[in-house]
């Protein structure tokens, strides 16, 4: 847990997934035998959860969907036609559509939950490196980092270019290299400027609020920045790869708690890269060079309340 005893913890370990086996019952001959590994993450990078708490990963030409519910592991964009992903990276899911950045063709795939190809998003040389991506349900918007052009693309969920967030530079609103961005419950969609250590924060309409972090080595400092997500209560979550761990921040800026280490045991990062929180508040971390994404709890009011109103086992 986070922080360490006496102070109250704010965040605990849960889970691991990273092959098959994570989310399949067991056979027979497994529980004698030991359990053989079928499909398993390579290098994944990006991370959204449906309604029904089932965990979308990005991963090498396909994007896996982890369903312990079931016991299931599925696939999208593996199938050759028209959705076949070649390097998916940022993904996320709304109104029962799932919608994967692919850099390698400059698009936007959408495809339902059950993994049919619906449509691609992003005109001939509209999108170059398209990475990071956030839907706003409500007022029904697609967000799109695009890195190579220094910019946030919004368009419609039906793929129209409503208009553009961003243009290179280092000053407050302008963009250098953005990869992962991440809404919070009133619609503010905070960016990760990579190129310029830090955090930008827009409202809907595009215009700047505030930028969290700068170059260093301190804590509440960055020095290559990833992945980012937003909690029930507004708190914002930065991966920084360098530094191999999550440092949480309130809605001012200010550096709350940092959570990992690098290393390969239990919560320990080797390169993480891209998050997701889910409505329950629970914590995914993509941990690229581990393959493997890391789950964790994030301790919150709802939270409690909603363990204390379960039945004692």
């Given amino acids: 847990v986070w922080p360490l005893p006496p102070e109250e913890p704010k965040v605990k370990f849960v889970d691991i997934l990273a092959a098959d086996v994570d989310v399949k019952e067991p056979s027979f001959l497994s529980v004698l035998f030991g359990e053989e590994v079928g499909s398993a993450l390579i290098k994944p990078y990006g991370a959204a959860v449906d309604k029904e708490g089932r965990l979308y990963v990005t991963d090498l030409g396909r994007v896996f969907i982890f369903d312990k519910k079931n016991h299931r592991l599925e696939f999208i ?13 940022g993904i996320a899911i709304a109104a029962d559509k799932v919608y994967v950045t692919d850099v390698a063709a400059d698009r936007v795939f959408v495809y339902n939950t059950g ?19 956030a839907v706003n349900e409500k007022k029904e918007r697609l967000y799109v980092a695009d890195t190579k052009k220094h910019n946030v693309r919004v368009y419609s969920l039906d793929g129209k270019l409503l208009f ?6 280092s000053d407050a609103g302008k963009l250098n290299f953005p990869t992962n961005i991440a809404l919070d419950g009133k619609g503010n969609l905070y960016v990760v400027d990579t190129g310029n250590f830090r955090v930008q924060v827009f409202d809907p309409e595009g215009k700047f ?3 969290i972090g700068q170059v260093g080595d301190k804590p509440g400092d960055f020095t290559r920045p990833k992945g980012i997500a937003v909690d029930s209560e507004d708190h914002i979550y930065v991966i920084d790869a360098a530094f191999q761990n999550i440092q949480i921040f309130n809605t001012e800026g200010q550096l709350l708690l940092v959570v990992g280490e690098g290393g390969g045991g239990l919560a320990q990062f080797s390169v993480p890269s891209g998050m997701t929180i ?25 939270w409690k309340k909603k363990q204390a109103a379960q039945p004692a086992k």
Avoid: C, H, M
């Fill in 278 to 302: 889910d409505s329950d508040d629970k914590i995914y971390v993509v941990d690229q060079l581990n393959a493997r994404v890391q789950v964790f709890q994030y301790l919150s009011e709802k």
């Fill in 115 to 133: 993994g049919k190809f619906i449509t691609a998003i992003g005109a001939k040389a509209e999108l170059e490196g398209p990475s990071g991506i």
């Fill in 209 to 211: 609020i505030r930028a």
């Fill in 77 to 89: 964009g593996d199938e050759f036609g028209s959705g076949k992903l070649r390097v998916p990276v």
């Fill in 164 to 169: 553009t967030i961003g243009a290179r530079g």
